[in-house]
Structure formats: C-alpha cells, structure tokens
C-alpha cells in the first residue's frame, strides 16, 4: 500500500513549492500583487493548525476514513483554486487546500505506522522521506513547465488525477486494522491551538514585513498566541480526549524529538530559503532550472534516508542518526557560511551535499522514534506532533532568517552604493529581479550581487547553532527498542 499513500503525500509537498514558479502569471491575471505572500501563507497556515486536529481525528475515528476525507478536501481546494476569480477568491481556497494538506502529511505517516511495526518502519520511512525530497525538486519544474505550456490554473489541476488514482487505490486496497475508542472531540482545546498557532503564524508572516516588530498589531498577535496557548494547555488538562495529550511529554524521547523536529524546521527551512536567490541571481541560473541546482542536496538526503532506514530495521538501533544529523547540519551550514560572489556551482553543490546529509539522518528518523514513544492509540498524535513542530520551527526561522538577511541586505548594499540606493530597493518591497539587475551598470550590479552573497552567508552564520543544538538534544536520547507488530495489525500485501 506504499504507493497510494506516497501519492498522497507528495501531493501536499508538491503544492507547497509548485505554485512558487506561477506566481508572477497568477498576479498577471488576478492583480493584487501586495497580497501576494498570502497565496503561500494562507496553504500553511491551513496545513499547520490543522496537522494535530487530523491525527487526533484519525486516532478517534480510524485512519482510513478520515485520510480518504482530507484528500478529497484537498482535491476539492485545488480545484477551486485553479478556478478562482480574483485573489481574494484564490487566498481563501488556498487555506482550504492547507486543511487538507495537514491530513494528507500526518494521514500518510500514521498509516505507515499502523501497517508497519516501528523495527521494519524505517525502511518504508526512509523511502517515504525520499519521495518527498524528490518534491521539492520536481515541484518548480513542473510548476515552470505547467505555467509555460499551458497556464497558471494547472498547478492546481494537475493534483486533481494524481489524487484521484490514490483515493480508488486507496478505497479499495486499504485495510486497516480496528480498535475500538470511546469519540470525544475536544473542540475546545482545537479552537484555542488553531487560535494560538494562527497568531504565531501571522507574527512571524508579518513582523518586520507588514509591521514593525514592535508595532501594537504584532505585540498584540504575540499575547494573543501567548494567551491562547496557555488556556490550551490548561484546558487539556481536564479533558478526556485531548487534542495534544501533554502527558506524552513526560517521555523524554517525545519531548527531545519534538525539540529536535522544531531545530531541524528553523535551520532547515530558514537557512535554504535564500539559496534560490543567490543561484538565480549571483550565478545566473534561471527561475525554471533553479530546482535542478538543489538536487545535490535532496539527492543526499535521499540517499541517506533509505540507506539509514534499512539500517535501523536490520540492527533496531537509532540514537546514532539523530547525533550524525545534526553534526552533518552543522558542518553544512558552517561551509556554506563561506558563500561569496566567486563560489562556483561546483563548490556550492559540494556544500549542499553535507546539509543534505545530515538532513536525510534526521526527516524520518524523528518520526520514527516519537511514534515508537507513545501508545499505538496515539500513533496519529505523536505523528501530527512531530510534523507541526517542524513547521512551527520552519515559519519561525523563515521570519527571523528573512529579518537577518534583508537588514544585511540593506546594509550592504547602503555601504556601497549609499542610503539612497538602498532605500529605492527597499520600496520595491525588497525584491530583486535577477533580470532587472543583470541589466544594470557593473559597479551597481556588483554591489547587489555582494549584498546578496554575504547576507546569504551571514543567514548561515546564524543557523549554525541552531543545527549544533540539534546534535546536542540527540546524546539525551534512550535507545528504547522498537515495537514488533501489533497483534492486531495485518498487511495488505497489495
């Protein structure tokens, strides 16, 4: 049953950087270009408040049902997407297509676990974390070819046939084994956490970008998440079914790996953001071909993820991949800290290697290891889990990496050419059109193309802690041994 629930599953990954090369067309047709970056973060906020409320959801009512209803949720946000009228229109069936993508992620992983006992889990975990590594890859190429050949619509309507063959796949191979569970929904707890966790998002979307960081819409943003999140952990206190049981933070293995999953988001997510813009700007790649220059990396980590995944389904041992994951991360963000104009495409591959390395030691060997911390009951919970402290990690580095380098940006580039210079590249919202600036005389061309490289690598300077903190949170892991197979788990063999 890999197969069908690989489909599902790269479709959420897909969409979450396909749209990226059909962004100017869909402004070029809706408008609306200052509510552009809400296009991407209405589908993560969608993704991110919904991700635990699915697992819990498929732990209550069983996994299958509630997977095949969040791909249809999501089917049904591409399309409308792909048929939306203006932006506004666009922004909200996005958010709708977030919701489903958050069953889909968590769906995929809880599954797995439920068909695969945790020792021969993370044989079809690593082949899992490889097919989304290739996503990130394939998902700009496509979305570049789409958009050329046919049009902007069809990065939403692609999904509509590969999500179609997974649902029939799925409705009619799947099988799952069945427990019984008293249903109670803790609507309470679900409303405060997607309350908090949108506050969180919209602080770090929006602080030092729409607002100042200490303006009173992002202090209020702030308490309002702060108080929110509380009065979410009291109230899971005291009810019967909570959404996020904080009784499983009393494993230290859960709590170290959600740790890990949030560190592993921040550095990750927040560091590579801008490696793009350095290939299409500094090194001239185009928009189209910019996906193919990150295939060293995902390349490594898909390598990696496999060859650990039949490792620690061979021998049942772990602890040493969360460890050689974060010194891997480490060493990468530490080389690719000494990116400047003169580093080749070669030279940059060699470092993205050794990121891609400790990254693929890390994507599904956390999963693996907060699901074989909890009950099987909690199986979609600890999964959901893991997931959404990623993302929560990735948004908060993206908004503090993103700070980081447009300051030094804007510094660099004011130190060479003047303020002024910098304040008019600040009032075309900070973007930089590697075309526009190919055409413009040297001395200003060189400056940008500095502040872009040395911005790129103080970002990396930043990260590296963060990537090092990862290892250390790895030593306190306990090597618990991984779960046979659930007496009443049986395998489709499908």
Same mark, same amino acid.
């Given at each position: ?188 707890? @679900? #409303?405060? *956490?997607? $309350?908090?966790?949108? +506050?969180?998002?919209?602080? =770090?979307?929006? !602080? ?90 995902? @390349? #490594?980590? *898909?390598? $990696?993820?496999?060859? +650990?995944?039949?490792?620690? =389904?061979?021998? !049942? ?95 660099? $580039? ?81």
């Amino acid at each position: 049953m890999l197969p069908p629930l690989l489909l599902a599953a790269a479709l959420a990954m897909l969409d979450n950087v396909i749209v990226g090369t059909a962004m100017p067309r869909i402004v070029g047709e809706l408008g609306g270009l200052a509510h552009l970056a809400w296009v991407v973060t209405a589908y993560v906020l969608g993704t991110t408040v919904s991700t635990p409320i699915w697992g819990k959801i498929g732990d209550l009512y069983g996994r299958k049902n509630v997977f095949l209803a969040s791909i249809v949720l999501f089917l049904v946000g591409s399309v409308l997407s792909g048929a939306a009228q203006t932006m506004g229109q666009l922004i909200g069936f996005r958010a709708l297509q977030g919701l489903g993508a958050g069953g889909l992620l968590v769906g995929a992983l809880a599954i797995i676990g439920d068909l695969v006992p945790p020792r021969e889990r993370g044989r079809y975990q690593g082949i899992f974390a490889g097919v989304m590594s290739m996503s990130m890859v394939i998902g700009p190429l496509v979305g570049g070819f789409l958009t050329d050949q046919l049009s902007w619509r069809w990065a939403f309507y692609v999904n509509v046939p590969i999500g179609a063959v997974a649902l029939v796949w799925l409705v009619a191979k799947l099988r799952l084994p069945k427990r019984r569970t008293d249903h109670h929904i803790d609507w309470l707890g @679900a #409303a405060l *956490l997607t $309350v908090g966790l949108t +506050a969180l998002v919209l602080v =770090t979307t929006w !602080g030092g970008v729409e607002y100042p960081w200490g303006s009173w819409q992002i202090l209020g943003l702030a308490g309002l998440a702060v108080a929110a999140l509380v009065a979410f952990g009291f109230v899971e206190r005291r009810v019967a079914e909570p959404v996020l049981p904080l009784n499983l933070f009393r494993d230290r293995n859960f709590t170290v790996i959600s740790a890990i999953a949030f560190l592993l988001g921040f550095a990750m997510f927040g560091a590579i953001t801008f490696l793009p813009l350095f290939q299409q700007t500094v090194q001239g790649a185009s928009a189209t071909n910019s996906g193919l220059l990150l295939l060293p990396m995902t @390349a #490594a980590m *898909l390598v $990696v993820s496999i060859v +650990a995944g039949q490792v620690i =389904t061979r021998t !049942g041992r772990y602890k040493l991949f969360p460890i050689l994951g974060g010194v891997g991360m480490a060493v990468g963000m530490v080389l690719l800290s000494f990116v400047d104009v003169a580093t080749t495409r070669t030279q940059l591959a060699s470092f993205m290697v050794a990121l891609g390395l400790g990254m693929g030691c890390l994507m599904q060997t956390a999963m693996l290891i907060a699901q074989n911390s909890v009950d099987q009951k909690n199986l979609g919970v600890a999964s959901s889990s893991v997931t959404l402290f990623r993302s929560i990690g990735g948004s908060f580095g993206v908004a503090l990496f993103g700070t980081i380098f447009a300051r030094h940006f804007a510094s660099s $580039v004011a130190a060479s050419l003047g303020p002024e210079a910098a304040s008019q590249l600040a009032s075309g919202g900070g973007q930089v059109d590697p075309q526009v600036v190919a055409a413009l005389p040297d001395p200003v061309k060189s400056a940008i193309y500095d502040g872009i490289a040395s911005s790129l690598s103080t970002v990396f300077v930043w990260a590296i802690p963060f990537a090092a903190l990862v290892a250390v949170l790895a030593v306190f892991i306990r090597e618990v041994a991984l779960r046979g197979h659930d007496k009443l788990t049986t395998i489709d063999a499908a």
